[in-house]
């Protein structure tokens, strides 16, 4: 497949390789040295060095999942609302998934897709920044499609197979995803913040329930309830010391409701 045809312009360049070693990695190196067209895709079914947030690494067994990298272009986006693009995408994934499993499907702050407690999805988006815009995001997804078995790197892993027992045709799968993810892009792109803030925050995993937590700079147990999360991306939390506010870094689920 070289060309995604039931969207606008998502996926319309669908570059498909063999193996990479990382389709955001690759994404990057066409933005430094070509100029593609805004929902530039690039899709594979091997990565070998699959990268996740700050210095975690994607696995993914060869053959088995999706890892497709969206090249685009908002630059209608202001930095300081660079979460919504976050909010956007996480929900384009959390649609999909949605169709294929009864489960109900939540994104864990701040953009992985999760069934119960188990994660079947990850997100990594990084942005280049222009003066006060963003002038291009690269957009990696990296889903667990028919996978049954994985590393204990891996803590929590679900896939699509393993929630229905069914195998799936990873192309038709991809070709789905981008039109999700299209739908809420034009919704970010025309203005509709509200909305996407709102199916965000009633998708969001453990959003009002108290549950357990690790405060990463001193290893300590909190308990909190999560209450939303600003405009900037931080997760916002009651504790016993009132409302406290986390960064990616400072903060690890426990997955423990209590
Ligand atoms: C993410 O990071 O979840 C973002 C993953 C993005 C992967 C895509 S694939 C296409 C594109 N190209 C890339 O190179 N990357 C993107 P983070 O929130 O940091 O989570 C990473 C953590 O998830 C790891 O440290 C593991 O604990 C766990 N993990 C790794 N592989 C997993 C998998 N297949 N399923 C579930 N969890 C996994």
């Not at 990850?122 to 003066?131: A, D, K, T």
């Not at 549950?211 to 939303?228: F, Q, S, V």
Request: glycine residues 6%; aromatic residues 8%; neutral net charge.
């Amino acid at each position: 497949m070289n060309t995604i045809s039931n969207t606008l312009f998502v996926g319309k360049v669908f570059i498909t390789l063999a193996s990479v070693d990382s389709t955001n990695a690759y994404a990057h190196h066409l933005c430094a040295t070509t100029s593609p067209i805004d929902g530039t895709a690039i899709f594979t079914t091997e990565q070998t060095q699959g990268r996740g947030q700050l210095n975690n690494k994607w696995e993914s067994e060869p053959q088995q999942n999706i890892a497709l990298s969206i090249i685009f272009k908002p630059d209608f986006l202001k930095i300081a609302n660079h979460f919504l693009l976050n909010q956007a995408i996480a929900l384009g994934v959390h649609d999909l998934i949605s169709q294929y499993v009864k489960e109900d499907v939540k994104i864990k702050w701040s953009n992985d897709i999760y069934v119960g407690s188990n994660k079947i999805g990850g997100i990594l988006i990084q942005n280049s920044i222009q003066g006060t815009n963003i002038q291009h995001s690269i957009v990696g997804i990296g889903l667990n499609i028919n996978q049954t078995e994985f590393s204990t790197a891996v803590p929590n892993p679900t896939s699509l197979r393993l929630l229905t027992q069914k195998d799936y045709d990873l192309l038709e799968i991809v070709e789905q995803l981008c039109i999700y993810l299209e739908n809420r892009y034009l919704q970010l792109k025309s203005g509709q913040h509200l909305l996407l803030k709102k199916d965000y925050a009633d998708r969001l995993y453990l959003n009002g329930i108290w549950a357990k937590y690790l405060r990463t700079a001193d290893n300590n147990l909190i308990i909190g309830k999560i209450e939303g999360v600003k405009e900037s991306g931080e997760l916002i939390l009651r504790t016993n010391m009132g409302l406290e506010i986390f960064d990616f870094k400072e903060i690890k689920f426990l997955h423990q409701p209590i």
